[in-house]
């Protein structure tokens, strides 16, 4: 596993270290430098990303909401002190523990563990979230293209959808794609 350390004092990223020293098939890499921190984590490609952000002001939580945005990875960070207003800014920009006055060497692999498994889960969430909003907009061409073709040739439903259903076969395509193809070429022909 790649872990990436993000801090800019080297006493608190040891810390984190020590957590970590137990685990065998693990790559530390410290990033403390704030400059260009989106780049060097890509160039790390890490599975998560450790922040730990002592005490932090507005400004500098905000710059770090923004790199967690940016990355695709769990992320835990760790804060000396928060507010309602921060946490729910790290939760919008995708941190996947907020953990807030917990820097302790032996806290450091739970907290990741669940940091992962959280990250997971969201993920999971994510992607059936897009599987279903596809599977609608899908399912919106299919009923627009049948009342295209109920309307033009006179077809009953079954009939509209029988029609999608050989074309598809005969094409070697999905009917969602000949639906497009159907509702596209009505559009061309000046329908709406």
């Known amino acids: 596993m790649r872990i990436a350390i993000v801090d800019e004092r080297a006493s608190r990223a040891a810390v984190i270290g020590e957590g970590l020293a137990a685990l065998d098939d693990c790559e530390l890499f410290v990033v403390s430098e704030r400059r260009g921190l989106v780049a060097r984590i890509a160039e790390i490609d890490p599975d998560i990303v450790l922040m730990d952000l002592g005490n932090p002001s507005r400004d500098v939580l905000e710059e770090y909401f923004a790199v967690s945005r940016a990355l695709d990875r769990p992320i835990a960070m760790f804060v000396d002190e928060s507010d309602d207003e921060a946490i729910a800014a790290s939760i919008d920009a995708g941190v996947s523990s907020y953990v807030v006055d917990g820097l302790a060497s032996h806290r450091i692999r739970p907290i990741l563990d669940l940091a992962v498994r959280r990250f997971n889960a969201f993920a999971r969430l994510q992607s059936d979230l897009a599987a279903a909003q596809n599977k609608l907009a899908e399912r919106e061409s299919v009923d627009r293209a049948k009342r295209i073709l109920m309307d033009s040739r006179g077809l ?17 395509k999905r009917i969602a794609e000949i639906a497009e193809a159907v509702v596209t070429a009505h559009k061309l022909m000046g329908g709406s």
């Open 156 to 172: 009953a439903e079954p009939q509209a959808y029988a029609e999608l259903r050989k074309a598809a076969m005969n094409e070697g």
